[in-house]
């Protein structure tokens, strides 16, 4: 890439294992990486790595702000849920170019329970929804932390007697959901500085794993896609949002998450996005000060994507070798005929 094309930086937060997402951000402008955690593989796919105090402390923020001034940093991307609240604040008091709602917003996003109620002021669509010791519409329900990530401890209660047990078992704060039936849908979404949805890219969920979908199918669904853009821009959103729902057979769509930042399943919209209007690339613009319009509905379906474990060796100074003891394929082989 030539230098004139990196004139601006981004600076990606809790960047974990998101190895293919940093490493998109990294083919259109110069990255840096910002993680506690001297082994998160992700890093270790931007141009610069640094490790930035943990997000309660004090010095996050200004540790974050001098990255920007030295780098030239135009958009902060953040990689994980835990900062969300944080850089939404920092944006509001202008010290972070942050690609994230107002802090409000962020915070109940974060909060499963204040997230179904949001949705209702909003009159967008939310499966049945209680606190223990509330008066439940019907059963089973699922059993969920308030604010839990990753499928943790979400069980299944089939009547009162098991919520109850349940909600006490987990040991935090927990909320009862409705048990959904249907398929599970994800709807990845990117919205502009002003809150305009720019696209809105619907899946399915063919397997997850903590959470996680690691097999999906990119679907053209009205539904779905029209779902994402009401979202987006009644929260407000700037930046990634991925909505996940079920398309219940009794209620129909119904929203059961809505994660403020990029989705798990990212590489699903890296694929399916028309040459030039991937997420990454639409940021990088956006951070370059470019007014980009609205796409919504224009993009591959059909593909399906299927993902799998990849690791890196270290050495003795951290810094990656650049050896495979086991070579990728380039293209995969030839489905047998």
């Not at 402390?57 to 135009?74: K, N, Q």
């Not at 989705?263 to 639409?282: D, I, K």
Request: proline content about 9%.
């Amino acid at each position: 890439m030539a230098t004139a094309e990196r004139d601006v930086a981004v600076l990606l937060t809790g960047v974990g294992k998101r190895y293919a997402l940093v490493s998109a951000f990294a083919q259109h402008a110069v990255t840096v990486a910002a993680d506690p955690n001297p082994l998160a593989p992700a890093q270790y796919a931007a141009h610069h790595r640094r490790a930035v105090p943990l997000i309660d402390d004090p010095g996050y923020v200004p540790a974050l702000r001098a990255l920007c001034e030295r780098f030239g940093v135009g958009a902060v991307v953040p990689l994980t849920d835990l900062d969300l609240e944080v850089l939404g604040r920092a944006r509001e008091e202008g010290l972070l170019p942050a690609f994230v709602p107002d802090g409000d917003i962020a915070r109940a996003t974060f909060d499963k329970y204040e997230t179904h109620l949001l949705l209702e002021r909003l009159g967008l669509p939310s499966p049945p929804t209680a606190l223990p010791g509330d008066p439940v519409e019907s059963y089973p329900v699922m059993v969920k932390p308030r604010w839990g990530s990753g499928a943790r401890s979400i069980h299944l209660a089939a009547d009162a007697r098991e919520a109850e047990f349940l909600a006490a078992y987990i040991r935090e704060p927990a909320m009862l959901q409705r048990a959904m039936r249907g398929p599970e849908l994800s709807i990845d979404c990117i919205s502009d500085l002003d809150g305009r949805c720019l696209n809105a890219i619907p899946r399915t969920m063919l397997e997850s794993r903590g959470g996680e979908s690691i097999k999906g199918t990119v679907v053209a669904d009205p539904d779905l896609i029209d779902l994402g853009r009401r979202v987006v821009e009644a929260l407000g959103c700037r930046g990634p949002c991925t909505v996940q729902v079920f398309r219940d057979p009794e209620l129909g769509l119904r929203i059961t998450d809505v994660n403020t930042r990029f989705g798990g399943a990212c590489p699903a919209h890296l694929y399916a996005a028309l040459p030039g209007l991937t997420y990454p690339e639409l940021i990088v613009r956006m951070a370059r000060g470019e007014r980009i319009e609205p796409h919504v509905g224009e993009f591959r379906a059909g593909i399906t994507f299927t993902r799998y474990y990849w690791q890196l060796e270290l050495d003795e100074r951290m810094a990656p070798t650049g050896r495979e003891v086991a070579p990728r394929a380039l293209g995969g082989v030839p489905a047998d005929t």
